[in-house]
């Protein structure tokens, strides 16, 4: 039998798909999606049925895309036991659907509102439709959950190496800046520029930069001059005197 219904469960979904449409399609999903979508289909096997947990005070009736307990557009609706009222808890025209490995949880949201409690918010049914080889569940148990931080996986830092070094690095030249100009201004009492921490020093290191900087971009400055070449005058020279040689001659 359970290899039948393995065999007979697929069959049925394909056939369905050449149909006009899936009677999970009476579902209406918040947020369109494919995903979503194929999830529902999914349960069509489980479709026109009525599923009931009772308590002993209520009776709870669930469906899939159905009328639950009979009332319209109601996914899951809890029944009171002596008056027969049923409360709306979801509506499947406002439904969403994720599918895990080997379980879908279905999301009735848009019920009737609390009176007092929660907000006086939506009721909204959540229902876990988890995979199970076995045809009768002879486990007997009590289910809690607890939601807790305790248990939720780390994240890990998005923070590299080098925006780490970055942030410590602002961090100490912010508490620099800020600690030493009071201590400057309150204890020292400086004025003007001379409040800024450690000024004769970086005014040094700023002159050295300065001139390291006018060293290496500059074409000139302490460098070797490159030799230069005069041009020859054009203006007329002086006659020269003309030299005689009378004295050389025998008197």
Not at 231 to 250: S, W
Request: proline share 4%; aromatic share 10%.
């Amino acid at each position: 039998m359970l290899l039948s219904l393995r065999i007979i469960t697929p069959l049925f979904v394909l056939l369905a798909g050449v149909q006009a449409e899936f009677i999970t399609d009476n579902c209406k999903l918040i947020a369109e999606s494919k995903s979503q979508q194929n999830a529902l289909h999914l349960l069509e096997p489980l479709t026109n049925r009525s599923f009931t947990v009772a308590e002993e005070e209520y009776s709870y009736i669930f469906q899939v895309c159905g009328d639950a307990g009979g009332v319209k557009g109601a996914g899951l609706v809890q029944q009171e036991k002596k008056t027969g009222k049923h409360v709306q808890v979801g509506c499947y025209n406002q439904t969403r659907a994720i599918k895990g490995s080997d379980w879908i949880l279905l999301f009735y949201e848009g019920g009737e509102r609390y009176d007092s409690h929660c907000s006086k918010e939506a009721r909204r049914a959540m229902i876990m439709i988890s995979c199970t080889t076995s045809t009768e569940q002879q486990d007997c148990y009590y289910l809690f959950e607890l939601d807790s931080k305790a248990v939720c996986p780390i994240i890990p830092s998005k923070l590299s190496a080098g925006s780490i070094l970055l942030i410590v690095v602002f961090s100490c030249l912010a508490v620099y800046l800020t600690g030493g100009f009071l201590y400057q201004r309150l204890v020292v009492g400086a004025k003007g520029v001379e409040q800024f921490p450690n000024y004769s020093f970086w005014s040094e290191i700023g002159n050295l930069s300065a001139d390291g900087c006018d060293f290496v971009c500059r074409s000139r400055g302490n460098r070797e001059e490159p030799p230069t070449y005069r041009g020859v005058a054009t203006e007329p020279l002086g006659e020269e005197p003309e030299e005689r040689d009378d004295h050389l001659l025998p008197m």
